[in-house]
């Protein structure tokens, strides 16, 4: 057997188990798994290493249209090279369309901004933000139809939140076309009250977008979202649950039959809404909804990643630039933490967080941590022919050095923020090699080649995980 690579002697993490064997690639495809293999071009020493999938980040934003004068900190090529340096292969980053334009023009621009930059493998989700006849009856099934098989709907954001029953007619189509709907929960009109109320207070710091987004707003927000599921007989993921008290609506809306998946983020298990009080201006750093919680929480998000309740581990990476005008400190943000842009940066640091605090601290498995980091993410958005080490798969593969250990630092990352609410934080377990589809893509920290990444059309979602 003539192989074009082989990757040598490392611990294999397959979803039949952990093993030592060599990986045999040809034409960018696993072509064998055994003990030894011979005759390659190349062959990769990866002995002491740890070959997992490569990681799918299901869940960031990149060039998304964030409001007048405010600019994402990323676009594909920088998104993609963060990407590709944390040791993932494929990124499903969310197509908002523009102020009047329609959902499939929307597609068709968000293709032209990623064609040729991408140096992982990408494919959209849409956000679903008007429910007119046009897009529900014909846009969204043609979309879907096309590979676009997952959309997202807000129940905040002003702009964004669609009403009961408008969520229900998005179910609907997702139910007829055989799609997911995945559902950002917090309730709009409790935050908007309680904003209202911080404002006239004079409370106005950065530390208050969180005290304006309390557990009730994203419990109550989740309750709603899962009966709203049930009443129009659709399965549903819940993305960036953040604390215990929405994770509990989770496990009550499992228990009665309804088909939620549930996905959490480094955020909630190593942040908390103390960091939006740090001084100055510093808070707004750790700007993101829902808000990062209490240590209470985090114990509790644990117990759901280490039980099983959570079949992903996403970053919702959502960059914008401290220092700067457009980003973080956009005109008034100052003022009131109204008009700080929502979002923190994560793509890069997602897995080796998750690797240090989780695999090397002995919270979770290597099995656990590739499922919840890249093979549910495949099966659950419909990208069948990644998501796990077996003969047959895209030859997506991170080896992993177990023992290096070096903090997270800012002039380390790929990514266009100018900080990362990680800085120092200690990390034992790097990705070293990041190999998209048989070639490498990323090595000891530096990328490898030019963009080589394309956009994959994604198949059914498969919602019996
Ligand atoms: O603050 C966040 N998470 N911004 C990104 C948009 C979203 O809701 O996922
Ligand atoms: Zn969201
Ligand atoms: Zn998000």
Not at 308 to 323: K, M, Q, T, V
Not at 343 to 360: K, N, Y
Request: proline share 6%.
């Amino acid at each position: 057997m003539t192989l074009a690579t082989i990757i040598r002697g490392a611990r294999v993490v397959t979803p039949a188990g952990v093993t030592t064997c060599d990986i045999g690639i040809e034409d960018g495809k696993i072509t064998a798994l055994a003990a030894r293999l011979e005759g390659a071009g190349e062959v990769i020493d990866a002995s002491g290493l740890i070959a997992m999938p490569g990681g799918i980040d299901s869940h960031v934003h990149i060039s998304q249209p964030s409001g007048p004068g405010i600019e994402m900190a990323d676009d594909f090529g920088s998104a993609t090279a963060a990407a590709v340096c944390g040791g993932n292969t494929t990124v499903l980053p969310f197509c908002l369309p523009e102020e009047g334009q329609t959902l499939r023009a929307a597609v068709a621009a968000y293709h032209d901004k990623a064609r040729g930059n991408c140096r992982c493998d990408v494919s959209f989700h849409l956000i679903v933000k008007q429910t007119d006849p046009v897009t529900l009856g014909q846009d969204l099934p043609a979309l879907i139809n096309a590979g676009h098989t997952s959309f997202k709907v807000f129940m905040t954001y002003q702009g964004l939140a669609l009403s009961d029953r408008e969520i229900l007619d998005v179910m609907a189509v997702a139910r007829e076309q055989g799609a997911l709907v995945m559902v950002h929960a917090e309730n709009e009109d409790a935050i908007e009250f309680l904003r209202d109320k911080a404002e006239r207070d004079g409370n106005t710091g950065p530390q208050f977008h969180a005290r304006t987004r309390p557990v009730p707003v994203e419990r109550e927000a989740t309750h709603r979202a899962i009966s709203l599921a049930e009443i129009a007989d659709v399965p549903l993921t819940i993305v960036h649950v953040s604390n215990g008290e929405a994770l509990a609506e989770i496990r009550r809306g499992r228990q009665r039959g309804a088909r939620v998946f549930a996905e959490t983020c480094p955020q909630y298990i190593t942040l908390t809404a103390d960091d939006l009080d740090r001084a100055g201006f510093e808070g707004a750093k750790y700007v993101c909804s829902p808000p990062p919680r209490t240590t209470d929480d985090w114990g509790a998000i644990w117990a759901g990643i280490t039980g099983g309740d959570f079949e992903l581990f996403s970053s919702d990476h959502c960059p914008f630039r401290f220092a700067d005008p457009a980003g973080k400190d956009a005109p008034g943000a100052r003022n009131t933490f109204r008009n700080i842009p929502n979002g923190i940066p994560g793509v890069e640091t997602r897995l080796p967080i998750l690797f240090s605090e989780g695999v090397i601290k002995g919270h979770i498995s290597l099995q656990r941590f590739a499922a919840i980091t890249a093979t549910n993410h495949a099966r659950l958005y419909g990208l069948t022919t990644k998501g796990a080490i077996m003969v047959g798969m895209d030859a997506d593969i991170v080896l992993w050095d177990p023992e290096l250990k070096r903090p997270i630092r800012q002039k380390d990352l790929h990514h266009g923020a100018d900080y990362t609410p990680w800085e120092g934080f200690e990390i034992t377990g790097w990705p070293v090699r990041t190999i998209l589809r048989g070639q490498t893509v990323m090595q000891d920290g530096a990328l490898v080649g030019t963009p080589r990444g394309g956009h994959i059309a994604r198949g059914a979602p498969e919602v019996t995980l």
